[in-house]
């Protein structure tokens, strides 16, 4: 089994912060991508920002240089810091990991369960 939790979403004014987390445990070999999504109500999830375990990152346009993706190999977590936050960032965010459970096994996506973000104007 493995389980991915997230923490940190919440009620913030335009141009606050937030900082999201999301951890995994359970049996996990290696974790390779990590990335955070949002869904905003009556919209497609979308990517939000991507992490490679050679902590190579990329973010949607919509966000560069407001958010940061972060992770923590040792505590297999993935961070999320918002800055800047617009009422356009409103939605709930999920968090996604590529893990291998086995060595040598196949590498599937795992999600959250997603944390809401509200950003009030």
């Known amino acids: 089994q493995v389980q991915l939790v997230e923490s940190g979403g919440g009620l913030v004014q335009a141009g606050g912060s937030l900082r999201l987390s999301c951890a995994a445990s359970?049996?996990?070999?290696?974790?390779?991508?990590m990335g955070w999504y949002r869904q905003a109500p009556g919209k497609q999830r979308e990517l939000v920002a991507h992490?490679?375990?050679?902590?190579?990152?990329n973010y949607a346009d919509s966000v560069k240089g407001r958010f940061s993706i972060s992770r923590d190999n040792a505590k297999n977590t993935v961070y999320l810091q918002m800055n800047s936050l617009k009422p356009e960032d409103t939605g709930v965010y999920y968090c996604?990991?590529?893990?291998?459970?086995?060595?040598?096994?196949?590498?599937?996506?795992?999600w959250g369960q997603g944390t809401q973000v509200t950003v009030s104007s």
């Open positions: 996604k990991m590529d893990l291998q459970r086995l060595p040598g096994g196949y590498e599937y996506p795992y």
């Open positions: 992490i490679r375990s050679g902590d190579n990152t």
């Open positions: 359970g049996s996990i070999f290696s974790i390779n991508a």
